[in-house]
């Protein structure tokens, strides 16, 4: 048994024992309802700025009342929120803020326990990561997806179906009054994407890792089992005060092992990579993109959601989700792991009914006999870069191409827009200055939109690089995170247009076809990128962010083994 650690704030011989009880007395708080009760925080990322987690309000109230249930006293405490669509430059710039955020209040309050409350994108990922460092017992309930979306006859997923419909308004296949219908069609109740998009795989993956209780990850966020999950989640909580397991009891190698198992197996997101590797830093577990090569090389493709495949979270949910997805990968995961729910992976695992087979393969049945993702290295990316071969064009998978390339978002997109831009299917197209000190921030501009010249042909997919990420809702023939970018010098700064650029999926590379003398003449040229900030948290970003192929968290938070 662990001794409560909010006994240290109401030690009855410290004046401030007393003036904090007064605080709670002040509240309505009876002696009865606090005294000697395990405080469980509940860490809300609930926001009117972050749309997919605004219901986490009436999540948090289902917590609470599991909380009161076992017998213990919750407060429920904010967060920095980040929200995917509202946030500028990128979300994905805040997110060790948000961690360090999330592991501060943990650490400075009289917490025995935390249910932290996340969904869209980046907010598990800080969630886990400032969990990870606090290391004070704590489980995760996602937010859960929206409902499936429709639209005249059609079921469509955000993000995914977004961007297709997007395409036919840019070629005028739709007009205005089709996009304002579109608008209220594809997202139709509260929760986040509901493809397998970045929080859908982040769900998945805090399941996988043993984060939640068994059967969290899936259920709609208009559920009423997502309500019951959060209170059985709180009451669960109460128990974890004193009897653990702490995060990093429950984040081992064994279940990151597991959960890119899960990840691969899903075809997930290409972001849960950047994720896992800061979460992993955090808890001392060494992990690298050899890992996510190795184990997505023996991880079929199960799931047939979209972008890759047809179906929704939804579909998903109803099939049994990720319990269900686990059960039939039982053979390639370590079901000795341990999870917050006091019991092993193995454990937890229930029969259960399987309703739609299409959904979620078995072993036998699998889309895929390996992951989606695949690690390129080469003189263009020493360190690594991804490409999500689930959602690229079997026939680019291996291109050779000249490059076109854009130095901003701003330049990619006036081009690409421009009918007149002269561009081939077999070109190549260079995004730089994108990653986490170009962008700045690390933006989702990966997923290059296709130039409008060729869709007018009705070419549907062409090879496109960056050292950006994309959504994980996107889809296409795109490579990403190449690490080191160019603003630091990767040799993705030396690529010039016209280049001959070759990309072998079978053998892993990704090349830029020049003489070592040619690069070299370029390098030594080579004018230094400008920093974004010279003051700030942005400052900070700068200084210490690592690159993509490290998890891009800052040098500093990483746990020293
Ligand atoms: Fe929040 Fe997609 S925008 S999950």
Redesign the pocket.
């Known amino acids: 048994m662990r001794q409560l650690r909010s006994l240290d704030w109401f030690d009855p011989r410290e004046y401030y024992s007393f003036a904090r009880k007064s605080t709670l007395r002040a509240q309505g708080l009876t002696r009865a309802a606090t005294e000697g009760k395990p405080v469980i925080g509940i860490c809300n990322t609930a926001s009117e700025l972050n749309p997919?987690n605004r219901h986490l309000t009436q999540v948090a109230e289902a917590v609470k009342r599991g909380v009161w249930a076992a017998g213990g006293f919750p407060c429920e405490f904010p967060v920095i929120s980040l929200?995917?669509?509202f946030l500028k430059p990128s979300a994905m710039l805040y997110r060790n803020l948000m961690s360090m955020d999330v592991e501060e209040m943990i650490r400075g309050n009289p917490l025995d326990a935390v249910v932290l409350l996340g969904?869209?994108?980046k907010t598990i990922p800080a969630l886990l990561m400032g969990a990870a460092s606090a290391n004070i017992p704590a489980l995760v309930v996602p937010g859960g997806p929206m409902l499936s979306g429709t639209f005249r006859g059609q079921t469509l997923g955000?993000?995914t179906d977004g961007r297709k419909h997007f395409d036919l308004y840019r070629t005028g296949k739709l007009n205005d009054d089709d996009m304002a219908e579109l608008e209220c069609s594809i997202a139709r109740s509260p929760g986040?994407?509901m493809v397998m998009?970045?929080?859908s795989s982040m769900a998945l993956v805090a399941e996988a890792l043993g984060m939640t209780l068994p059967g969290a990850a899936a259920w709609p966020a208009v559920d009423s089992r997502r309500m019951a999950i959060a209170e059985q989640s709180g009451a669960r909580a109460v128990a974890m005060a004193t009897a653990g397991p702490e995060p990093r009891e429950v984040l081992t190698s064994i279940a990151f092992h597991n959960a890119i198992t899960a990840l691969m197996a899903a075809g997930a997101s290409t972001n849960a990579v950047i994720h896992l590797l800061a979460i992993a830093g955090r808890a001392g577990v060494p992990l690298s993109l050899d890992d996510f090569e190795r184990i997505s090389a023996l991880s079929p493709l199960l799931v047939d959601l979209k972008p890759h495949g047809r179906y929704l979270m939804e579909d998903f949910a109803y099939a049994g989700g990720a319990q269900t997805l686990l059960t039939h990968l039982s053979p390639l995961l370590h079901l000795d792991a341990l999870t917050v729910s006091g019991h092993s992976l193995g454990q937890n695992m229930a029969p259960h009914r399987l309703h739609s087979q299409d959904v979620i393969r078995r072993l036998d049945q699998a889309l895929s006999p390996d992951g989606g993702i695949k690690v390129l290295r080469g003189n263009l990316s020493p360190n690594g870069a991804l490409i999500k071969v689930s959602a690229a064009s079997p026939h680019l998978l291996e291109s050779r191409g000249r490059a076109i390339v854009f130095n901003s978002k701003d330049e990619m997109l006036a081009r690409v827009n421009d009918e007149s831009f002269p561009v081939e299917p077999d070109n190549v197209l260079v995004l730089r200055h994108a990653g986490p000190h170009g962008g700045p921030g690390f933006p989702e501009w990966g997923q290059i939109p296709l130039p409008k010249s060729l869709m007018a042909r009705g070419i549907t997919d062409v090879v496109r690089i960056s050292d950006a990420r994309m959504s994980g809702?996107s889809y296409g023939t795109v490579v990403l995170h190449i690490s080191p970018e160019a603003a630091i010098g990767g040799p993705l700064s030396l690529v010039e247009t016209g280049d001959p650029i070759h990309l072998s999926v079978a053998s892993r590379s990704l090349t830029l076809d020049l003489p070592e003398a040619e690069l070299a003449r370029r390098a030594a040229a080579r004018v230094p990128f400008q920093p974004h900030y010279t003051r700030g948290y942005g400052q900070l970003f700068l200084r210490h962010v690592e690159q993509a192929h490290l998890g891009c968290d800052f040098d500093f938070l990483k746990l020293n083994p």
């Open positions: 997919c929200g995917e669509m969904g869209c994108d955000s993000g986040h994407c998009g970045t929080a809702t």
